[in-house]
């Protein structure tokens, strides 16, 4: 009797995880996506002409490109949990104040997963920012909080951190002058989601970061489709989280460039129709490579290292994770003539690739070291999109072997960290 009960349990666990696979496949994950997207730019629009800035990695993906600015931003979730609250240098979007100054506020958008209406990088990392910044150019610098998010507890104790974050901001080597030039006016965070007023009012008291959700706070809700239209399909709360481990090599560009062609099939034809899309598209971010100012070393996506086009613009190429061109790796295996030309790092996309991008660091300085000093030798640093690895190679190369100038100094060794990668 045992075994049979232990037998029906293990049954129901698998119909149950099973299930919840279904749910957050690739076609609800899209639909929810796109879903969310129109969410963003209705609630966009109804704050005005404030640009709208994704928020990496995850914001990319609900904001189609014909409505975002051209920057992007990175507020990390970690630098807003509770109890570890932190303003970071390396994080300190210093170029969002440039836009701030320009248009008088911004929208920046990102989503949460299930069980949260707001991502803790806006109810707790933006506000902290904002007042942080509001401190060191001596205004003031009260950390507005979400208060349905946020204790009061919580804030206090949040609070009681911003003057030591302003003086280590005043301390480091960030031009505060500079960076705040064009700011008039206090920083203020303010929240818009699914759950709340979609048009916020300012006033002109403060310069506004409106800080815009796009997922909303349900999961597992089925959606009916229209009759005669697309099916039905199961929402998923922040559901482009993790994108690596789940878009098959579809990027936000993509998705939105071709998201009717994606979506407008079952559930059944979606993959086949992404797998087809990545493996045909020519996407324009994924071919672009440009070369860093005053530098030799140039960095791009991964058509910038398809052969044999990649050997007539340059003469060596540093493949930092994208998937290979058979011709390369046959040549590398075949006569050697890549050798000294050619040098592919496994570093993994997205959070998983942390530990091996400072791994890459040494075989990446040690390969380019001879080629970087004479100014005739073109390199290529590339990744699949050219926005993550490839920049992360590349600066590693910078710093170690280039001066302010552009001029290489290859033979002064300068030690460096890079640390806390995505």
């Known amino acids: 009797m045992a075994d049979t009960d232990s037998d029906s349990d293990s ?15 690739l076609y609800n994950r899209l639909r929810s996506i796109e879903a969310d997207g129109d969410f963003v730019r209705s609630a966009a629009s109804a704050q005005g002409s404030y640009p709208v800035v994704a928020n990496e990695r995850c914001g990319l993906w609900y904001v189609d490109p014909t409505l975002s600015y051209a920057q992007t931003v990175y507020f990390k979730s970690t630098d807003g949990h509770a109890g570890q609250w932190r303003f970071s240098l390396r994080r300190a979007n210093t170029h969002l104040l440039s836009v701030l100054a320009s248009h008088g506020g911004c929208i920046l958008v990102d989503s949460t997963r299930r069980g949260k209406s707001m991502p803790d990088a806006f109810a707790r990392t933006v506000p902290l920012w904002c007042a942080v910044w509001n401190a060191a150019m001596g205004r003031d610098a009260t950390v507005h909080v979400p208060e349905h998010i946020v204790s009061p507890s919580e804030q206090v104790q949040m609070q009681a951190l911003v003057a030591g974050f ?9 031009d505060v002058a500079a960076a705040t030039r064009g700011i008039d006016r206090p920083l203020q965070p303010l929240w818009v989601g699914h759950d709340s007023s979609v048009h916020v009012e300012t006033k002109g008291e403060f310069i506004p970061v409106i800080c815009l959700c796009a997922s909303a706070a349900q ?3 089925r959606v009916e489709g229209m009759l005669g239209g ?8 922040g559901a482009a989280d993790d994108h690596e481990t789940w878009a098959l090599g579809l990027t936000p560009r993509l998705f939105w460039k071709h998201r009717r062609t994606l979506l407008a099939g079952s559930p059944d034809t979606c993959e086949p129709a992404v797998r087809r899309l990545v493996s045909e598209a020519e996407d324009v971010s994924e071919g672009w490579f440009s070369f860093v100012r005053q530098t030799n070393v140039a960095v791009g996506g ?17 493949n930092c994770g994208a998937p290979e061109y058979p011709a390369n790796v046959e040549a590398a295996a075949a006569d050697g003539s890549l050798s000294g030309r050619y040098l592919f790092l496994p570093i993994p996309e997205g959070k998983r690739g942390q530990v091996e991008l400072g791994k890459a660091i040494g075989p990446a300085l040690d390969f380019v070291r001879a080629l970087v000093s004479d100014p005739t030798k073109r390199v290529l640093v590339h990744c699949s999109q050219g926005a993550d690895r490839s920049v992360g190679i590349a600066l590693a190369i910078l710093t170690r072997y280039f001066g302010d100038d552009g001029k290489c100094w290859a033979t002064l060794y300068v030690f460096f960290v890079i640390c806390d990668w995505c």
């Open 230 to 237: 697309r099916p039905s399909f199961r929402y998923v709360q």
């Open 219 to 221: 999961a597992d809700v």
């Open 302 to 318: 991964r058509l910038a290292g398809r052969p044999p086009e990649c050997w007539a613009n340059f003469d060596t190429v540093i």
């Open 11 to 25: 049954g129901i666990y698998k119909i149950a995880a099973q299930l919840r696979a279904e749910s957050r496949s």
């Open 166 to 174: 302003a003086a280590q901001l005043q301390e480091s080597a960030i």
